[in-house]
């Protein structure tokens, strides 16, 4: 691969950041609200006590300086401090990172791997009941919204079946034996939130890999290898399948951005303590500085994700790489 190539890529994804460090900025400055409403909530605070609030934020400066103090807080890796729970924004994120990477992960993988495998049977079977039943599954799922979805479950498998918990990560108060006994409630709680977010992302898998499969067997090089005497499940695993795979790859880090705006609801729903819950709490207590830090995290990660995509199509796709 060309370096003329990464250059290009990763120069346009730190000016994608540098817009997003803006944009991040005065997003949320302009949505209604007063910040200052959620901090002062005592009505018998003196005007020198909320004065002194004030500057402890910065929100005593206008708009530019805040700007300049913003950006360069954020170089030096400080994005601020919370207005609720009054501790550094960096601190905060880092803490609820990790059961979100947990429910993300999981059901990111389970999506593409059941969605693959789904796919290629479907265009195998073409015409056939099963590529019936392969797509209307994958269009009931793509078309359910997360949030309902996760109701659904909770009304079926929680309150009437009485088999998996609603809310958390693990259950409150309970003392467990061993490593194994926590990995398994942590199991339990992980299944409807893993199983709500996994079902609604599979579906659009299922039917890009479906038809970029079927376009791929139609290809010259596709018959000219049955031509040799090559077997029909040869042509398909060596020469079909990894190059119906690549638009997956694009599909996989354009995804990304919208399985953490899934996870919010579910995380939501489920009262998962991750980023997406983190993110509605901060949103409805206009916590500006903890809502500016986790949409830069997320946005950074987008664009990450499109840049390593960018460059794994130029090391996969023969065309890029000459």
């Known amino acids: 691969m060309k370096t003329a190539y990464l250059l290009k890529k990763t120069f346009h994804a730190a000016i994608t ?22 901090l002062l909530r005592d009505p018998k605070m003196s005007p020198e006590a909320i004065e002194q609030m004030k500057q402890m934020f910065g929100l005593d400066q206008p708009w530019y300086i805040q700007f300049f103090t913003y950006v360069k807080e954020l170089l030096q890796g400080n994005l ?18 990790l059961p979100t990477i947990l429910l993300v992960g999981t059901a990111s993988i389970i999506a593409l791997v059941g969605g693959t495998l789904l796919g290629i049977l479907s265009a195998r079977k073409r015409g056939t009941k099963v590529d019936v039943f392969a797509l209307g599954f994958s269009l009931l799922t793509y078309s359910m919204p997360t949030f309902w979805l996760g109701v659904v479950l909770v009304a079926f498998f929680s309150v009437y079946l009485m088999a998996f918990p609603t809310t958390g990560m693990v ?43 079927l376009d791929v067997l139609t290809e010259d090089y596709i018959q000219t290898a049955k031509a040799k005497g090559f077997s029909d499940k040869y042509v398909l695993r060596r020469h079909a399948v990894p190059n119906a795979m690549l638009p997956l790859i694009t599909l996989v880090s354009i995804n990304f951005g919208f399985i953490i705006a899934g996870a919010i609801e579910v995380e939501t729903v489920f009262s998962w303590p991750g980023i997406g819950r983190l993110m509605f709490e901060a949103l409805m207590n206009r916590d500006y500085p903890l809502l500016q830090g986790i949409f830069f995290f997320i946005s950074v990660c987008v664009v990450f994700a499109n840049l390593l995509a960018d460059v794994l199509y130029g090391y996969l796709d023969p065309r890029i790489k000459a």
């Open 17 to 38: 950041v540098l817009f997003v460090l803006v944009i991040n900025f005065f997003l949320f400055r302009v949505m209604p609200g007063d910040p200052l409403a959620m």
């Open 80 to 97: 601020g401090t919370s207005f609720m729970f009054k501790q550094p924004v960096m601190d905060i994120i880092a803490g609820k990172l």
């Open 171 to 213: 259950t409150a108060g309970k003392s467990f034996e061993n490593t194994a006994a926590l990995f398994l409630d942590m199991g339990k709680h992980l299944f409807l939130p893993v199983l709500s977010l996994s079902l609604v992302l599979i579906g659009q898998y299922v039917l890009i890999m479906r038809n970029t499969l």
